[in-house]
């Protein structure tokens, strides 16, 4: 998820866990333990673009660093706030409830999250909610910031702490149902279409919303996509077809990228060529406005050229991209039709 949740979530979860005891500074200290996984894009000078993509959300976002890394935070909170008679336990609950919560949400979104590093280097990913939903941080944000606001340990500051949590928790419930319901209609859909020679399907929100959902089907030569709003007034959803082009790769075979890219892609890819330069396109993140364009550029496009700079391969599109007229459409097909 961005920044901004992980510090909304991780303060109501300090707030609840040591609010009445240590006021205020709980707050900040449950933000910064729902930040720290993050701190992995601190690592990246040392790797090459692909790589970062794999070590970020890494063995920072593991069970093992939640489990290693918050009795020693906690140990040494608690020499820190010493005239504060809060014990190295209740500061280690604070601080692996943060870092707990943090690899938990981030493994609802597309990007996946390296739960067994580094044992095992596979990616957790339920495709559940995008990596910014205005709709989950919002309402918390609220919430979180008239706690904030409100007087230490009073009743009102209790109150909006808990409704924050309550409201967003219940949000993460209804992505999950959500997904289960959309999922069903798009392989319903995707069935009924005879030319489709697959039943393998994915599906993962648009962005900003859970409204909004995009689907792709691989097959033989690349992949089917179609979009469903839950507002629409039928099932049928539309799929349109992006060929893999997977031979377009073949000069390229001793580029050290391609490998980790494909293993970061999880295979969902395809590969295009643009202004005689190749394209490794991670497909798991869509395409900004394919909704009503199916040409649209993908979100994530890596130059596939030892020299090229990778360092925005997830917000090259954006540059391309009218950022109002993006949001217009986005809310306009949400609408359904």
Known sequence: MDSLTHIVLGAAIGEAVLGKRIGRHAMLWGAIADTIPDLDVFAAPCFSNAQQLMV????????????????????????????IE??????????????????????????GTGWFEPFNSYRVAFNT??????????????????AL???NGSPKRIKWNKTGLIISTLYLGFTIINK???HNKMHESLLEKK????????????????????????DKSGYWFGYYSIFDKTNDVEYFHVNKNDSLLLPHLNNKSIKLLKQFSKGYYCITKRDSSIYFNDIRFGQIG???NPDSTFVFSFVIDENADNSGV???????????????????????K
Not at 56 to 77: D, E, K, N, Q
Not at 129 to 146: E, S
Not at 198 to 218: C, E, K, Q, S
Not at 321 to 331: G, H, M, P
Request: glycine share 4%; hydrophobic share 50%; charged share 10%.
């Open 290 to 292: 394919a909704w009503n």
């Open 86 to 111: 809060v014990s190295w336990r209740s500061w280690s609950w604070l601080f692996f409830l943060g870092l707990f919560s943090h690899i938990i949400i981030d493994s609802l979104t597309a990007y």
């Open 195 to 218: 030319y489709i020679q697959t039943t393998d399907i994915v599906t993962t929100p648009t962005p900003l919303n859970n409204f909004l959902w995009m689907a792709y089907a691989p």
């Open 56 to 83: 970020h959300r890494g063995i920072t976002h593991s069970i093992l660093f939640a489990v290693v890394m918050s009795p020693l935070l906690g140990w040494l909170l608690s020499r820190w706030y010493k005239k």
């Open 180 to 182: 289960w319901h959309v």
């Open 129 to 146: 909610i995008f990596v910014a939903d205005i709709f989950y941080t919002l309402p918390f944000l609220v919430c979180v910031i008239i």
């Open 314 to 336: 997830l917000d090259r599109s954006k540059l391309k991209t009218s950022y109002s007229e993006a949001i217009s459409s986005l809310v306009t097909r949400i609408k359904g």
């Open 149 to 151: 606001i409100a007087k």
